[in-house]
Protein backbone atom coordinates (compact mmCIF):
# COMPACT_ATOMS: atom_id res chain seq x y z
CA UNK A 1 0.00 0.00 0.00
CA UNK A 2 1.56 3.31 -1.30
CA UNK A 3 0.79 6.04 1.11
CA UNK A 4 1.28 10.41 0.17
CA UNK A 5 1.21 12.81 2.64
CA UNK A 6 1.10 15.99 0.48
CA UNK A 7 1.96 18.78 2.43
CA UNK A 8 0.29 21.92 0.08
CA UNK A 9 1.28 25.80 1.27
CA UNK A 10 3.25 29.42 0.28
CA UNK A 11 6.37 29.23 2.68
CA UNK A 12 6.48 33.59 2.12
CA UNK A 13 3.03 34.01 3.45
CA UNK A 14 3.89 32.93 7.09
CA UNK A 15 0.65 30.69 8.55
CA UNK A 16 -0.07 29.77 4.70
CA UNK A 17 3.15 27.78 4.21
CA UNK A 18 1.66 25.29 6.86
CA UNK A 19 1.81 22.35 4.63
CA UNK A 20 4.91 22.39 3.62
CA UNK A 21 6.01 23.17 7.17
CA UNK A 22 4.43 19.89 8.21
CA UNK A 23 6.06 17.86 5.89
CA UNK A 24 9.09 19.02 6.97
CA UNK A 25 8.51 18.85 10.43
CA UNK A 26 7.89 14.81 9.92
CA UNK A 27 11.02 14.69 7.97
CA UNK A 28 12.77 15.74 10.81
CA UNK A 29 11.13 14.48 14.09
CA UNK A 30 9.73 10.96 12.43
CA UNK A 31 11.13 7.77 10.79
CA UNK A 32 9.05 7.40 7.47
CA UNK A 33 8.94 3.89 6.27
CA UNK A 34 9.13 3.24 2.48
CA UNK A 35 5.51 2.90 1.43
CA UNK A 36 4.77 6.52 3.03
CA UNK A 37 5.96 9.81 0.88
CA UNK A 38 6.21 12.97 1.95
CA UNK A 39 5.45 15.29 -0.76
CA UNK A 40 5.87 19.35 -0.08
CA UNK A 41 3.40 19.94 -3.24
CA UNK A 42 4.19 24.17 -2.37
CA UNK A 43 1.46 26.05 -4.21
CA UNK A 44 1.89 23.46 -7.24
CA UNK A 45 -1.92 22.52 -7.38
CA UNK A 46 -3.48 20.79 -10.33
CA UNK A 47 0.36 20.36 -11.59
CA UNK A 48 0.78 17.17 -9.21
CA UNK A 49 -2.57 15.52 -9.78
CA UNK A 50 -0.45 11.94 -10.59
CA UNK A 51 0.70 12.27 -7.18
CA UNK A 52 -2.88 11.21 -6.46
CA UNK A 53 -3.16 8.71 -8.93
CA UNK A 54 -0.15 6.97 -7.43
CA UNK A 55 -1.07 6.24 -4.05
CA UNK A 56 -3.69 4.60 -2.37
CA UNK A 57 -4.14 6.74 0.40
CA UNK A 58 -3.85 10.87 0.66
CA UNK A 59 -3.38 12.61 3.34
CA UNK A 60 -3.68 16.35 2.20
CA UNK A 61 -2.70 18.83 4.64
CA UNK A 62 -3.01 22.65 4.06
CA UNK A 63 -4.65 25.69 5.52
CA UNK A 64 -7.92 26.21 5.02
CA UNK A 65 -10.23 29.50 5.41
CA UNK A 66 -13.44 28.18 8.18
CA UNK A 67 -15.38 29.49 11.09
CA UNK A 68 -12.51 29.36 14.00
CA UNK A 69 -10.02 30.41 15.22
CA UNK A 70 -5.96 30.55 14.26
CA UNK A 71 -5.22 26.86 15.47
CA UNK A 72 -8.30 24.83 14.90
CA UNK A 73 -8.10 21.61 12.72
CA UNK A 74 -10.73 20.08 10.83
CA UNK A 75 -10.63 16.77 8.90
CA UNK A 76 -12.50 16.64 5.58
CA UNK A 77 -13.04 12.93 3.67
CA UNK A 78 -13.26 12.89 -0.32
CA UNK A 79 -16.68 12.78 -0.02
CA UNK A 80 -16.76 16.39 1.91
CA UNK A 81 -14.52 17.56 -0.75
CA UNK A 82 -16.47 16.48 -3.96
CA UNK A 83 -19.57 17.27 -2.17
CA UNK A 84 -18.46 20.58 -1.50
CA UNK A 85 -18.86 20.29 2.22
CA UNK A 86 -15.65 22.46 2.74
CA UNK A 87 -15.24 26.17 2.31
CA UNK A 88 -14.89 26.96 -1.14
CA UNK A 89 -11.65 28.29 -1.13
CA UNK A 90 -9.56 25.96 0.79
CA UNK A 91 -6.27 28.73 1.19
CA UNK A 92 -5.08 31.55 -0.19
CA UNK A 93 -3.28 29.40 -3.91
CA UNK A 94 -5.95 27.39 -4.04
CA UNK A 95 -4.78 24.17 -4.68
CA UNK A 96 -7.65 23.05 -6.50
CA UNK A 97 -8.16 20.01 -4.64
CA UNK A 98 -11.73 19.26 -5.94
CA UNK A 99 -10.45 19.93 -9.20
CA UNK A 100 -7.49 17.55 -9.12
CA UNK A 101 -9.70 14.80 -8.29
CA UNK A 102 -11.87 15.84 -11.07
CA UNK A 103 -9.03 15.64 -13.61
CA UNK A 104 -7.96 11.69 -12.10
CA UNK A 105 -11.69 10.37 -12.81
CA UNK A 106 -11.76 12.17 -15.88
CA UNK A 107 -8.79 9.71 -17.17
CA UNK A 108 -9.83 7.03 -15.15
CA UNK A 109 -7.32 6.61 -12.64
CA UNK A 110 -7.77 4.71 -9.83
CA UNK A 111 -9.44 6.87 -6.70
CA UNK A 112 -7.35 6.62 -3.67
CA UNK A 113 -8.22 7.08 0.07
CA UNK A 114 -8.21 10.62 0.77
CA UNK A 115 -7.53 13.29 4.04
CA UNK A 116 -7.57 15.99 4.30
CA UNK A 117 -6.44 18.32 7.57
CA UNK A 118 -6.85 21.70 7.42
CA UNK A 119 -5.79 24.24 9.85
CA UNK A 120 -7.18 28.19 10.31
CA UNK A 121 -4.32 30.30 9.82
CA UNK A 122 -3.49 33.39 11.87
CA UNK A 123 -1.35 34.94 9.43
CA UNK A 124 -0.91 35.54 5.76
CA UNK A 125 1.31 38.45 6.23
CA UNK A 126 4.67 37.98 4.49
CA UNK A 127 6.82 36.25 6.42
CA UNK A 128 8.35 32.72 6.51
CA UNK A 129 7.70 31.96 10.26
CA UNK A 130 4.26 30.30 11.58
CA UNK A 131 2.68 31.76 14.13
CA UNK A 132 2.65 30.41 17.57
CA UNK A 133 -0.86 28.46 17.36
CA UNK A 134 0.35 26.75 14.09
CA UNK A 135 3.48 26.11 15.20
CA UNK A 136 1.58 24.23 18.09
CA UNK A 137 -0.90 23.29 15.14
CA UNK A 138 2.32 20.95 13.77
CA UNK A 139 2.63 18.44 16.12
CA UNK A 140 -1.28 18.65 17.05
CA UNK A 141 -1.44 17.30 13.18
CA UNK A 142 1.33 14.90 13.57
CA UNK A 143 -0.93 13.23 16.08
CA UNK A 144 -3.66 12.75 13.87
CA UNK A 145 -2.07 11.56 10.93
CA UNK A 146 -0.08 8.90 12.91
CA UNK A 147 -3.07 7.57 14.57
CA UNK A 148 -4.84 7.45 10.64
CA UNK A 149 -1.42 5.66 9.44
CA UNK A 150 -1.74 3.15 12.21
CA UNK A 151 -5.30 2.53 11.52
CA UNK A 152 -3.63 1.51 8.21
CA UNK A 153 -1.76 -0.78 10.02
CA UNK A 154 1.60 1.34 9.71
CA UNK A 155 3.96 2.48 12.74
CA UNK A 156 5.72 5.35 12.39
CA UNK A 157 8.37 6.20 15.54
CA UNK A 158 9.81 9.19 16.58
CA UNK A 159 13.78 9.49 15.91
CA UNK A 160 15.85 9.73 18.52
CA UNK A 161 17.21 12.98 19.31
Known amino acids: MQILIYGAGNLILSDEGFGVHFVRHMEKQYQIPENVE???????GIMVHFKFEEADKVIL???V???????????????DIMLKKIPVKMSPHQIGLQEMLLISEMRDAPKPDLT?????????DP??????????????VAALVIEQLKSFGVEIKRKES
Open 65 to 79: QAEGKPGDIFRYERE
Open 116 to 124: FYGIVAGSL
Open 127 to 140: GDQLTPPLEAGLEK
Open 38 to 44: LYDGGTL
Open 61 to 63: VDV
